[in-house]
């Protein structure tokens, strides 16, 4: 069975801050990562993407892979209470399908 | 402005009744996709698309339906087979190849 795992949360940062999300998946043949913003009730927004080791940064995030470890973070800097949502780690192992964590809510608190 | 829309928003069906919800999409994407999300669980497949006029089960198929009459267009029926299809339904695209996927804004459906 091909899993993702996410801590559920909830993740409390004061703003300003720096948020750090983990993301941890079993199949070793993984060449996708991606990382997904889902506000409550709205669908999921695509922020990030990484597909080789090391660090991807994009404004205020960072994603980072380390496939030895099967491990990919997100680190989101200044953090905002407008980055307050449920963040999704995904992973394709290859082909059209891709697997989802359950995601991690993040509050930033004002 | 390119882009999914789903719809509709809010769909409410009775007991033994088919739905279809609707998914269409302006990116010139080949790659169609139906997930399903229920609180607390991650996105969870039900049906895809690479192109038109083929489709593939996903983890969770029993119970819904499919076509991919045109490129731009991937409805999904919920039948009566599908005994708990209380959940948000996800419709999202991508291109060919190991993008991301755009996704639609989501039909919210309750059984009454």
């Known amino acids: 069975q091909k899993e993702v795992e996410q801590n559920s949360g909830p993740l409390s940062v004061p703003e300003g801050a720096i948020a750090s999300l983990n993301c941890t998946y079993s199949?070793?043949?993984?060449?996708?990562f991606f990382w997904y913003r889902q506000y409550s009730g709205k669908s999921p927004e695509l922020i990030m993407s990484?597909?080789?080791?090391g660090d991807k940064e994009d404004g205020r995030f960072t994603a980072q892979l380390n496939k030895a470890s099967q491990y990919v973070s997100l680190l989101i800097r200044d953090s905002q209470p407008s980055d307050s949502a449920t963040y999704l780690c995904?992973?394709?192992?290859?082909?059209?399908?891709?697997?989802f964590g359950a995601g991690t809510r993040l509050f930033v608190k004002a | 402005d390119g882009g999914i829309t789903q719809s509709p928003k809010y769909l409410f069906r009775k007991e033994g009744q088919n739905v279809t919800l609707s998914c269409e999409q302006n990116?010139?994407?080949?790659?169609m996709y139906w997930y399903r999300q229920d609180p607390g669980q991650g996105l969870r497949l039900i049906y895809y698309?690479?192109?038109?006029?083929?489709?593939q089960k996903g983890d969770i198929a029993e119970g819904y339906s499919v076509s991919r009459e045109k490129k731009e267009s991937f409805p999904l029926t919920v039948t009566s087979a599908q005994k708990n299809p209380t959940a948000f339904y996800l419709c999202?695209?991508?291109?060919?190849?190991?993008?991301?996927?755009?996704f639609g804004s989501g039909t919210r459906l309750t059984v009454v």
């Open positions: 999202a695209s991508r291109t060919q190849g190991n993008g991301g996927y755009t």
């Open positions: 199949d070793r043949g993984s060449q996708s």
């Open positions: 990484i597909y080789s080791n």
């Open positions: 995904a992973v394709s192992p290859g082909g059209f399908k891709t697997i």
């Open positions: 990116l010139n994407h080949d790659a």
């Open positions: 698309s690479q192109i038109v006029n083929d489709f």
